[in-house]
T-cell receptor, first 116, second 109 residues
Framework: GAVVSQHPSWVICKSGTSVKIECRSL??????MFWYRQFPKQSLMLMAT?????????EQGVEKDKFLINHASLTLSTLTVTSAHPEDSSFYIC????????????FGPGTRLTVL | GQNIDQPTEMTATEGAIVQINCTYQ??????LFWYQQHAGEAPTFLSY??LDGLEEKGRFSSFLSRSKGYSYLLLKELQMKDSASYLC??????????WGAGTKLIIKP
C-alpha cells in the first residue's frame, strides 16, 4: 500500500514552454501533497505544500506564478512549470501524506526535467 | 516488482551505536541514498553509495553490497537530535527513485 506515482518520468522541453507534472496517490487518499526539487546528491528542497481543495503554501524563494500547483482531488496534485528555462532543469519529487503531518509522507519516483 | 525494505521503528540509547538496514529489489541500480527527515522538515541528504563498501562521514557511515541488494546506515555516538526518520532510496535503471517507507529512530536518554 501507500504507492505514489508521478508522470511523466522524463521530460525534455524547449525554453519558454510549460510542463505539467502529475503526482498521484494510487491506493490512499492524500490530504496533503508536497513538492520537492532535488539537485544531484543534495537534500530535497521543499517547494510547496498543497492541501486538497485549497491554495498551495509556497516556501520562501519559490515563485508561485512560475510553479503552479493544483490539488484538485484527494489523489492528484499537479505541478506546472511555466515558461521553463534551463535553470529549471532538475529532479522534481512529490510526496503524499494521509495527514498533514509531514512525518507520514510517501514519496514518488521523481520526474527529471531537462529544459533546452 | 520493485521493493525496498527497512524496519519501521528502532529504539536506541544516547551515546550508543545503531544500524539501520535496507534491502532492495529493483530494476537496475544507479545508486542508493540515505536521507534523514525530522518531523515537519524536508529530508536531508546523508549519503550516496554506488560502489560496494563503506562510506564514512563523521558519525554516520553507509555500507553497500550490490550482490546482496543490501545497505545499512550506521550511526555512532547517538545524540538526542538523531531522533528522526531515516529513508532509504534506490535509483533504478531509469533513474527513478524507489523509496523505502522509512525507519523511525527513537533515541532514549
Amino acid at each position: 500500500g501507500a504507492v505514489v506515482s508521478q508522470h511523466p518520468s522524463w521530460v525534455i522541453c524547449k525554453s519558454g514552454t510549460s510542463v505539467k507534472i502529475e503526482c498521484r496517490s494510487l491506493d490512499f487518499q492524500a490530504t496533503t501533497m508536497f513538492w520537492y526539487r532535488q539537485f544531484p546528491k543534495q537534500s530535497l528542497m521543499l517547494m510547496a505544500t498543497s492541501n486538497e481543495g485549497s491554495k498551495a503554501t509556497y516556501e520562501q524563494g519559490v515563485e508561485k506564478d512560475k510553479f503552479l500547483i493544483n490539488h484538485a482531488s484527494l489523489t492528484l496534485s499537479t505541478l506546472t512549470v511555466t515558461s521553463a528555462h534551463p535553470e529549471d532543469s532538475s529532479f522534481y519529487i512529490c510526496s503524499a501524506g494521509r495527514t498533514s503531518e509531514s512525518s507520514e509522507q510517501f514519496f514518488g519516483p521523481g520526474t527529471r526535467l531537462t529544459v533546452l | 516488482g520493485q521493493n525496498i525494505d527497512q524496519p519501521t521503528e528502532m529504539t536506541a540509547t544516547e551515546g550508543a551505536i545503531v544500524q539501520i538496514n535496507c534491502t532492495y529489489q529493483t530494476s537496475g541500480f544507479n545508486g542508493l541514498f540515505w536521507y534523514q527527515q525530522h518531523a515537519g522538515e524536508a529530508p536531508t541528504f546523508l549519503s550516496y553509495n554506488v560502489l560496494d563498501g563503506l562510506e564514512e562521514k563523521g558519525r554516520f557511515s553507509s555500507f553497500l553490497s550490490r550482490s546482496k541488494g543490501y545497505s545499512y546506515l550506521l550511526l555512532k555516538e547517538l545524540q538526542m537530535k538523531d531522533s528522526a526518520s531515516y529513508l532509504c532510496a534506490v535509483m533504478d535503471s531509469n533513474y527513478q527513485l524507489i523509496w523505502g517507507a522509512g525507519t523511525k529512530l527513537i533515541i532514549k536518554p
